[in-house]
């Protein structure tokens, strides 16, 4: 037997569910992602895949369930959590970047503070992230200087530069200008092509179809659908995703 059949998946969520007040947002959720996949959670507003993604390290606290990153179950709090949290990368709608500090810095903070990696290697890394997310010439700037889709790209670096095992996207794209969107899809999927653990949210198909390994489609906080791509787009099973991409694929 290799090494990689028996490896636990990065991701694991079994019988997962949350209410919000008399709201079943997640009902009984299972899904495994295995190393290396990228999976594209779809599915209408309010469906659940935004808690479902925040759920995975905790931003968002479940009701019952079980819920593992790389084999681990995952803490509920204390230093714990946050070794855990160090090694899930997140990048949200919103970029979350601190306003007072340079590209640079915000890239570099975490490694300094919550890894304590010295401050000369950060920077090394730091730059060369830079350049991967294709804004190596906005280092020096601020936060506010930079478009919607810079500040996106690099978000996406401060989150690699914990070296995270699995990276989640909620929603990455959905506060873009639609000219802007591109490129940070374009760094998303040259991140699924070099190997990363992915599992992101999204309304973007076209990133759907191209960089995918499997798409989870959701509906009404129930997983309805857990196929690759193809069969998806092609010969969706439920009423539910044909109904779906009915609206989404004539616009």
Do not use: W
Not at 6 to 22: C, E
Not at 79 to 86: I, K, M, T, V, Y
């Amino acid at each position: 037997m290799t090494a990689s059949t028996t490896a636990p998946p990065m991701i694991r969520m079994a019988s997962v569910q949350k209410h919000f007040g008399p709201l079943h947002v997640l009902k009984d959720i299972d899904l495994e992602v295995p190393k290396g996949q990228v999976v594209v959670v779809l599915g209408p507003s309010g469906s659940g895949k935004s808690t479902l993604c925040r759920a995975i390290n905790r931003l968002e606290p479940v009701d019952s369930g079980v819920i593992e990153v790389d084999g681990r179950p995952i803490p509920q709090e204390g230093r714990e959590l946050a070794r855990l949290r160090a090694e899930v990368g997140m990048v949200f709608q919103s970029f979350n970047l601190f306003a007072h500090k340079t590209i640079l810095e915000n890239v570099m903070l975490a490694p300094v503070k919550v890894r304590r990696q010295p401050a000369a290697e950060v920077r090394k890394s730091a730059l060369e992230l830079l350049e991967r997310v294709g804004i190596t010439n906005q280092a020096d700037k601020y936060p506010a200087q930079l478009s919607g889709g810079q500040q996106q790209r690099a978000a996406i670096a401060r989150a690699l530069a914990m070296r995270p095992k699995v990276m989640l996207f909620d929603e990455p794209t959905s506060a873009l200008d639609p000219e802007m969107v591109q490129e940070v899809l374009d760094v998303m999927t040259g991140l699924a092509a070099d190997g990363m653990t992915m599992l992101v949210v999204t309304h973007e198909m076209g990133f759907a179809r191209k960089a995918a390994s499997r798409v989870v489609f959701m509906s009404e906080g129930e997983i309805v659908e857990d196929s690759t791509p193809e069969a998806f787009f092609t010969a969706p099973k439920s009423t539910r995703a044909k109904d779906f991409l009915g609206k989404i694929l004539t616009h």
